[in-house]
């Protein structure tokens, strides 16, 4: 157990997060899926030396090759280029800069999902990239404020699991590798490592069992079950055990429990140890740095090579690590990829830094040798397959009507008589450019992404002005005039008819300031650059207080609303999220019903901050510089609307809202049991294939063939995996202290979890139990987009048991304590979106998995389905519209 914790319908709570540890590394290669591509991955690594296997599982060092991280090579494994990102290809040109994750979430379309990963993995491929570090699903916005909400897709598990599973799928079926991330708990910006806020410790994100399993874990099952290829560990610590050696979280729940077949990368430092999280599970070290950037110090590199030799890192986890990154390769069909240079024409051809044809070959070495770096390869498409058009459907559906007097919206393109436009804010233009800051890093112009290495470099970004200058007819008779600042005076308003107003609010990776203070994580929920005042002003000052005004939002997450939202001249708010290169275009199509309003609410957005409760507020301050800053997520079930409901606190627009350019009808729902209910899931299966096993030669060989070759010339600060002498290479002379079960004490290993045995963990748990049917109409004069959701309720006065006692109001029954079992109100479990036409009905049909149904048991190390009472379904167009109820 991660942790001991528990709810109870008493006042009383337990909160004990103690690091649990879990050993030995469970072997990749145990999964049919996978079976071929371990066969191939073992004939290939046993014929390596030593060298070879480190030189793979070990980064190059920063800025040492073209791309942000680049493992080592060997005669017949290329260098692996990691390049990220998550909406586009980062320090790449002629590539499509997509929306973010959170306004992908807010097209709540599966579909589209999916090709905007196909797109990014296209892109990816072309350019020569073997793993794309996204998507991202940690943070998952526990803290609506959090730096780096908007690389997700929602503050809900099931939404990002869904959009994270669809975007691998999408990204994978180019043969290049994805990467889910960031596992697990990276929920704040603020001390998420050491050194970065002044401090020398990460923070510790302390959570428990259940709480992490039925949120925070959800996404990553659905992304290994989606077959994902890495897994990146995430800075910070989680109860007190940093991500990256984390050994309950990388060995028992990530490699047992979820069945994950393919490798564990760290973030880009965030490895702090290296014989630690080798045994903890850790398989590639990235960008291959020690503790710090870029001092050609690794933690592996040569120390692991002398660790193996010394056999403080045993050899049979060395063979895993480089199995699984091997098996990858071949998983992925990246073995049929043209070689790269001297050998072919493969290889990233591009380069992280410098715009230049020819430029330097390894920059963070210091050495002058140069080369091709760029080729300038356009991945974008084009015509009818232009990516661009993927972008701007997905900005399009992810744009949220929140509010709509009257009918204001659409807009006609053809109107009679004089009317007059105004263009509101600087969020509505150019600003000073696009690129203007390093990584996004600063608020100026519109507002297309948010920062740091999960943004990209915009070929170009349709402005909202742009846009609508060409929107309308070419009749004279509507006149569009721009003020493009936040610092509108009355006069300019005065004889306007329509008022558009645009305003933001941005954030994004680490401690370094983007805009007026803001570091990282947002200081509180309000727009900025003086945003809120100027849509007072434009909405009281319109047309003399006659004029209509439509207020367009472009934000990281969610906003408070309230200084201005219920004014009489406010007809209309949308929020546009972070739409990405076509944000203008995206625009325009929605406000003149090009394409109706469908997005739908990823989050809650609150009346204050303080509504979304105390374990959501990030930690700003640490009082005590020298010691770990603790955050405690002693409320970690209840993440957004759950905390809201629980606490019945009305929200402003609550998650899954938006309304339409139609209406809608659901009716005649029903559910047809599709099994019989039973409290636990299948005993777990055994492996479908045995893992490879390799010749037992106690360690790494003789350390004289892991020196530098001889008249090798070193890169200043390369991380090679040769050694420069054979100190330190002698097996110790006693048994070296192994955690429990690895050799020295193999009788002590850990159960393998009941919970597993299977990708993203035991395959019943993922059988359909029931579906629910429910009938929709389009009701309206005009085509439009649904989103049927289905939440579930969990049967009132459920017990579970243990033999614990400490803690908490038990009573005594058969032998055994029990305790009630707290659930969420309701909980989001499956959803689908609809296109009818006016007055077309449809019946869609939704499955409940025997997980939907399910909670994570901390004593029984299981998921568990209450079988007595009734289960309430909720059918409906938001997590407070639901008006169907079914029960099982």
């Not at 603020?190 to 510790?204: C, D, K, L, T, V």
Request: net charge neutral; aromatic share 10%.
């Amino acid at each position: 157990m991660i942790s001991a914790a528990m709810s109870s319908t008493s006042p009383v709570r337990s909160f004990m997060c103690k690091p649990v540890s879990w050993y030995p590394t469970p072997r990749g290669g145990s999964s049919q899926q996978w079976e071929e591509s371990y066969r191939k991955a073992y004939d290939l690594v046993q014929t390596m030396s030593l060298t070879e296997k480190v030189n793979i599982t070990t980064g190059t060092g920063w800025q040492m090759d073209l791309c942000v991280g680049n493992t080592g090579a060997t005669s017949k494994f290329p260098s692996l280029c990691l390049q990220d990102g998550p909406l586009g290809l980062r320090f790449a040109y002629n590539i499509t800069a997509f929306p973010a994750g959170i306004t992908t979430g807010a097209t709540w379309n599966r579909e589209l999902m999916y090709a905007r990963g196909a797109a990014l993995g296209l892109e990816a491929r072309l350019k020569g990239v073997n793993v794309l570090l996204g998507p991202a699903m940690g943070p998952l916005g526990m803290m609506p404020a959090g730096g780096r909400n908007w690389e997700g897709f929602g503050s809900d598990p099931v939404l990002q699991g869904v959009a994270a599973a669809e975007t691998i799928r999408g990204v994978q079926r180019n043969g290049v590798m994805a990467t889910a991330k960031h596992y697990v708990m990276n929920e704040q910006e603020h001390f998420r490592q050491p050194y970065e806020w002044g401090i020398p410790n990460a923070m510790s994100s302390n959570i428990d069992d259940r709480a992490l399993h039925e949120v925070f874990l959800w996404p990553f099952a659905e992304s290994v079950r989606a077959d994902v290829a890495s897994v990146m560990c995430a800075y910070q610590q989680v109860n007190n055990s940093h991500s990256c050696e984390n050994s309950k979280l990388l060995n028992g729940i990530l490699k047992d429990e979820l069945g994950f077949q393919g490798f564990v990368q760290s973030d880009w430092l965030a490895q702090r140890s290296g014989v630690i999280s080798a045994l903890a599970g850790l398989d590639m070290s990235m960008p291959g740095d020690g503790l710090r950037w870029a001092d050609g110090d690794s933690l592996w590199g040569n120390q692991l090579t002398r660790a193996v030799l010394n056999t403080s890192v045993p050899i049979e986890r060395l063979n895993d690590m480089v199995t699984r990154i091997v098996a990858a390769w071949y998983h992925f069909r990246q073995d049929d990829w043209p070689k790269s240079p001297p050998d072919g024409k493969g290889g990233p051809n591009f380069s992280s830094w410098t715009n230049e044809s020819v430029g330097l070959l390894h920059p963070g070495s210091g050495e002058n040798i140069t080369g091709v770096v760029n080729r300038f390869v356009d991945a974008r498409g084009h015509g009818s397959l232009a990516h661009s058009l993927v972008a701007r459907q997905v900005a399009a559906e992810g744009t949220v009507l929140l509010k709509n007097v009257d009918r204001l919206l659409p807009l006609s393109r053809t109107i009679s008589g004089t009317y007059r436009v105004g263009i509101y804010g600087e969020d509505a233009g150019p600003g000073d450019g696009a690129n203007l800051c390093p990584d996004r890093r600063c608020n100026q112009g519109t507002l297309g992404s948010g920062w740091g290495s999960g943004a990209a470099e915009f070929p170009y970004l349709v402005t909202p002005w742009e846009a609508l200058q060409a929107a309308w007819n070419t009749s004279k008779t509507v006149k569009t005039q721009a003020y493009l600042t936040n610092e509108v005076k009355p006069r300019d308003l005065q004889d306007k008819d329509l008022c558009i107003v645009f305003a933001n609010a941005d954030a994004g990776e680490g401690s370094q300031p983007g805009l007026q203070g803001v570091s990282g994580d947002r200081p509180d929920l309000f727009l900025q650059k003086g945003g809120d005042q100027l849509i007072q002003t434009v909405a009281t000052h319109c047309g003399k207080g006659n004029g209509k005004t439509i207020v367009v939002l472009h934000a990281v997450g969610p906003v408070i609303v309230e200084s201005w939202a219920d004014l009489p001249g406010v007809h209309a708010i949308i929020f546009a999220h972070l739409p990405g290169q076509e944000s203008g275009h995206a625009l325009a199509d929605v406000l003149f019903g090009d394409v109706d309003a469908s997005g739908r609410l990823p989050f809650t957005i609150g009346r204050n901050l303080s509504d979304y409760g105390a374990n959501a507020q990030v930690l700003y301050t640490n009082s005590e510089k020298d010691h770990v800053p603790q955050v405690n997520f002693t409320s970690g079930l209840y993440i957004d609307y759950r905390h809201f409901d629980r606490n019945n606190i009305t929200p402003r627009y609550e998650f899954g809202y938006g309304l339409s350019y139609t209406t809608f009808t659901l009716s005649e729902a029903s559910l047809t049991p599709l099994q019989r209910k039973s409290a636990l899931p299948a005993r777990r299966r055994k492996n479908a294939v045995t893992p490879p096993t390799y010749r037992d030669d106690d360690h790494g060989g003789d350390a004289h063939n892991s020196l530098f070759p001889a008249d090798f010339t070193p890169l200043h600060n390369y991380i090679y995996p040769y050694l420069s002498d054979t100190n330190g290479t002698d097996k110790v002379p006693h048994p070296f202290p192994y955690p429990d079960g690895y050799p020295a004490n193999p009788k002590k290993k850990h159960h393998l979890s009941p919970a597993g045995g299977g990708p993203g963990g035991n395959p019943s748990l993922y059988e359909a139990v029931a579906q629910v049917s429910v009938k929709i109409k389009n009701t309206g004069s005009r085509p439009g987009k649904e989103v049927v959701q289905v939440y579930v309720s969990y049967p009132s006065d459920n017990e579970d048991e243990t033999d614990h006692q400490k803690h908490h109001p038990f009573t005594e029954r058969h032998g055994l304590w029990r305790y009630q079992v707290d659930f969420p109100d309701r909980v989001l479990r499956n959803f689908t979106k609809v296109e009818l036409a006016p007055g077309q009905e449809t019946t869609v049909q939704m499955t409940l998995s025997r997980k939907d149904l399910s909670y994570w048991s901390v004593w029984r190390q299981n998921w568990v389905m209450p079988v007595q009472g009734k289960f309430r379904i909720w059918v409906g167009k938001s997590s407070r519209d639901l008006p169907l109820v079914l029960e099982y």
